[in-house]
Structure formats: structure tokens, C-alpha cells
């Protein structure tokens, strides 16, 4: 059984509620900041909000980390994406001096030793790349939801980023944060918005390749990820920083 089959018919009771409010949060944005850029994944949440923006043809930019070690899927999504709705996704690498220097010093295999190698390897692929990524926006938009983690749970819909650096967005947007996994695959059948494969295999969160693998039924949404890491948040450091909160709107699952 696929995640469309075992979640689409079982979408929460504010479902409806939760279609107009993201729409709104998306369009309200739109209205209220200048250069907007939806960062993807390419992740079945990620890939919804691409859908609305797409349907309701808001000005927003979309873009993605390509780490260099991304499934063979994800990379067949972004281009099946950008045939299905005529857009374009534009990709953002990792420097490969710094690739190689990294490589060289730790060994391929380098993430498995420790946590503190892992993040170093996210740090390179993810977080210098997504600096350029999000330079000259004022706001930009992520699939985080309050049900994949502990740590997101606590999130809200509009976060101010207080960055060091000006040419940082000052905002990031979580529209789909109170949003279930039954809304989302509820959501993807009504629309029928391209997804990744991995997904029809339980591969609930889809990163790299090495740091991915499915889960099994019962299974934390966030256990694929840096499997082999016991504890900790399970978070590569895009979307960990200190938050305040411009939006205090209750959870509605």
C-alpha cells in the first residue's frame, strides 16, 4: 500500500478550513513583501505548495539545494515538475573545492564517523549553498510541518529570521504547518500533483541519498533521516535558529 492509498481518504476535519487559510497565507505574503522564493525539497509537502502557487499564479520564485548527492528520483522530479506546471526550479550547488577538500580530509564515508562530521557535510551541500539561494529575498517559504518533529512542532506560520547578513529575508513562512499527513496526500490525489517515487516506498523525508531511508509504519516521520544517528533532532541546521514568532495562530489538526 502507497502513502496516496493509506492517507488521501483520511484528511483532518479543517481540512477545507486549512486550503483557504494557506491560500491566504501565500497571497497575504505576496501583498506584504517584495522578492519571494519558495526553497523545495522537492518533497511531496513542498511539491503541494508548489501546486498553489502554480494554481493561484503568484510571483513567487522557486528553488532547490542540489547537494550533489541527491536520489536519482528527485533529480527526475525537478525536471517532471518544471514540464507539469512550465516553471523553472532553479538548482544551487555546493562549492566542489570544498567538496573535495572535505572529501579528502574525512573519507567519503566521512558522515558516519559523528554527528560533528555529518553537519559539517550538511554544512557545505545545504547551508553555504542556500545563503546564495535566498540572497535578495525578503521572504521565503519551506513545507515544515508541527507533525514531522518535536522541534517543528513548536514552530509558527511566520517566523522572523533576524539575519546578520541584509541580503537575507527577515521572514520565513511555514503555510503548511498545521497541516496532517492526511491533508497533505488528501490533497496531492484531489490535484494530482506530481510526487517523488521514494515516497510510494516510505521514504517519508527525502534527502540525500546515503543520509535517507524509508521507514517503517509506527516510525517517527523524521527516523529515515540520519539513520544511523541516535539521538538528536534529526536536523541538518536549515530551519534551526532562535525564532520569534510574528504569528500565533492555534493549531487547527
Known sequence: MTPIELYSKKPSEFYERKLLETQEILQNAVAEYGKIVQATSLGVEDMVITDFIHRLGLPISIAMLDTKKLHQQTLDLKDHAEAHYGLTIKAYYPNQEQVDEYVQKNGENGIFESVELRKECCHI???????????????????LRKEQSNFRANLEVIEQENPSDATQPKVKINPLLDWTIGDIWHYVKEYNVPYNPLHDQFFVSIG??????????????????WWWEQDGAKECGLHVHEASSLSNRPSKQ
Open 208 to 225: 540525500c541519498e546515503p543520509c535517507t531511508r524509508a521507514i517503517a509504519l509506527g516510525e517517527d516521520f523524521r527516523a529515515g533521516r
Open 125 to 143: 551541500r545545504k547551508l553555504i549553498p542556500l545563503k546564495a539561494l535566498l540572497k535578495g529575498h525578503e521572504a521565503w517559504i519551506t513545507g
